[in-house]
């Protein structure tokens, strides 16, 4: 299968999954959107109660801030793909749990394969343990690291700026170096020089 048709079948496997309780309350699951051959890939943390209305990932108040901030650096959402670490909604907005997060893990993976980004964007904490199990977002956000190949970028979730003020300039900071991490990945990757694995730039403590 090429890259469209597996993520079109991740999809569907996403709106019948019943691998976790969380499939008992969800009005709709929500798979992640986005072109295969995209550059970045963005990775939040669970559907809240506008993206479980629709099975769309970031339609409310932080999908426009997440908006907002592709535009400052020319892109669009429609350029980019868009996830959760977890597909469906949990109760309450609450956070994840581990099985939940384990349940959906494969999912998550099988879109990153089949895209194949320059870069992925970790937005807060529960995506950002995928890759820095160890780190606090609140040291290593902003800052690109390589893991299993592949450029890492932790930030803070666009709903984090809403509920702080003091952090939305943080996140457009931090935002405004993804050019700059873009091209970075793609000399890498044009490079016969294999990128360093473990993130040695980044104060994980």
Not at 32 to 40: H, K, L, Q, Y
Not at 89 to 96: A, H, L, M
Request: with cysteine.
């Amino acid at each position: 299968m090429n890259p469209e048709e597996i993520l079109l079948q991740v999809a569907d496997e996403v709106r019948s999954c019943t691998k976790c309780r969380l499939h008992t309350g969800r009005k709709n699951a929500v798979p992640g959107e986005g072109p295969a051959d995209s550059e970045i890939v963005f990775i939040g943390e669970a559907p809240g109660f506008h993206e479980n209305e629709q099975g769309r990932p970031f339609v409310g108040a932080a999908g426009k801030f997440l908006e907002e901030l592709l535009a400052s650096i020319g892109k669009s959402r429609e350029q980019v793909f868009i996830g959760n670490v977890i597909k469906c909604r949990p109760p309450g907005n609450r956070d994840p749990q581990i099985d939940e997060i384990q349940a959906c893990e494969g999912y998550m993976e099988t879109q990153i394969q089949a895209i194949s980004p320059k870069i992925i964007v970790t937005l807060g904490r529960f995506s950002m343990v995928r890759y820095f199990p160890k780190a606090k977002i609140s040291a290593i956000h902003g800052q690109a690291g390589w893991v299993g190949g592949r450029l890492i970028v932790p930030m803070y979730h666009p709903a984090a700026a809403l509920h702080q003020p003091s952090l939305r300039d943080v996140v457009i900071a931090d935002f405004s170096q993804l050019p700059g991490y873009i091209q970075q990945a793609l000399e890498s990757q044009q490079s016969s020089v294999e990128p360093p694995e473990e993130p040695q730039q980044l104060n994980l403590f």
